[in-house]
């Protein structure tokens, strides 16, 4: 979905900085997208969300220096003590 037209066009994902953020090019231009798993497509932002390509380029390298960083430092979540339970048995009904 592009904004600027409220339909359905091409863009091209180029790189991805965060749980649903990316940044897309359009047209020639950089522009932030979240991905919307409802309707299965991306939404391209190319009204609010334009980049300079030395924005989007910082964007990403910042982000990719990031989960080195966190991925250096070990896990950060503990395994759980107790196994999660349901409220009904397997193959009861």
């Known amino acids: 979905m592009i904004h600027s037209f409220n339909d359905y ?3 091209t994902i180029i790189g991805k900085y965060g749980d649903n953020k990316y940044i897309a090019q359009y047209n020639g ?3 932030t ?3 919307n798993p409802f309707v299965g497509c991306y939404y391209v932002d190319n009204i609010y969300g334009l980049l300079s390509p030395d924005q989007a380029k910082n964007i990403l390298a ?3 220096k990031t989960n080195e960083k966190a991925a250096q430092s070990g ?3 503990h395994p759980a003590k107790h196994k999660a ?3 009904r048995e397997r193959g009861s009904r």
């Open 9 to 11: 066009g091409t863009a």
């Open 29 to 31: 231009q950089h522009c």
């Open 33 to 35: 997208a979240i991905y």
């Open 62 to 64: 910042d982000y990719s």
């Open 75 to 77: 896990p950060k979540i």
């Open 85 to 87: 339970t349901g409220s």
